[in-house]
């Protein structure tokens, strides 16, 4: 397996555009990343410490992913096309003194991240089981500056299981947002909201109007929805 940061990142790039099983072959044996037998990686640059995959996750053309020290897709999770996700490796010495910072995405089983979105992961990103990322557009935010202290700042974001956000959303540093919760497209999520079964929106988001419990589209079993 290659350790070597510099080389990494070439056999990364030189992944991006080999056929699949030598995408799979650069991935599993010289990155050492973990693939169950039916994830997927598109025509795509995965540069990150440690990838793990379950069983049908997929990564789909065109997405970029880097600077993370640990992404992970449980089963049936899936990244479409032209994503984005960037973070910053704790050994650069950016975020100096800010404990327990973990530059990861981390999804949950059948959890969905469509196209077009930028993810920032230099402090944890993860999304539950079923919970989605939805439409387009999507700013997931999870660094600012500290003005206070002039210094840079990071904290996670969290999507319960089944919740979605969509289009054109912004998550901001320590967004948390509710299981079984929609985020109503155009929001602005600046902290953690809390009572599930809500649709959220507005800036900052607020309750807008309950959700049906039994609403089938928060007991859905696919992540994507034909």
Request: net charge positive; hydrophobic share 45%; glycine share 8%.
């Amino acid at each position: 397996m290659i350790t070597h940061r510099t080389l990494r990142t070439l056999a990364a790039a030189a992944a991006v555009v080999a056929p699949g099983r030598l995408r799979r072959f650069v991935h599993t044996r010289l990155l050492g990343h973990e693939l169950a037998p039916t994830a997927s990686i598109g025509h795509s640059f995965v540069d990150v410490d440690h990838l793990v995959m379950g069983d049908g996750a997929r990564i789909g053309h065109l997405v970029a992913i880097r600077g993370c020290e640990r992404v992970s897709l449980g089963a049936g999770a899936v990244i479409l096309m032209l994503v984005w996700v960037n973070s910053v490796r704790r050994s650069t010495g950016y975020f100096a003194g800010l404990e327990g910072r973990r530059p990861e995405l981390v999804m949950g089983d059948h959890s969905l991240i469509t196209s077009l979105h930028l993810i920032d992961a230099c402090d944890l990103v993860e999304l539950g089981d079923f919970s989605a990322i939805a439409g387009f557009g999507t700013i997931v935010q999870t660094h600012a500056v500290d003005v206070v202290n002039m210094v840079q700042d990071a904290r996670p974001i969290r999507l319960g299981e089944y919740a979605m956000v969509s289009t054109r959303c912004l998550l901001l540093p320590g967004a948390a947002v509710p299981a079984r919760s929609i985020v109503a497209a155009g929001s602005t999520v600046t902290k953690a909201l809390r009572a599930e079964h809500q649709v959220y929106a507005g800036s900052p988001a607020r309750p807008a109007r309950a959700l049906d419990p039994d609403m089938p589209f928060l007991h859905r079993t696919t992540s994507q929805i034909a």
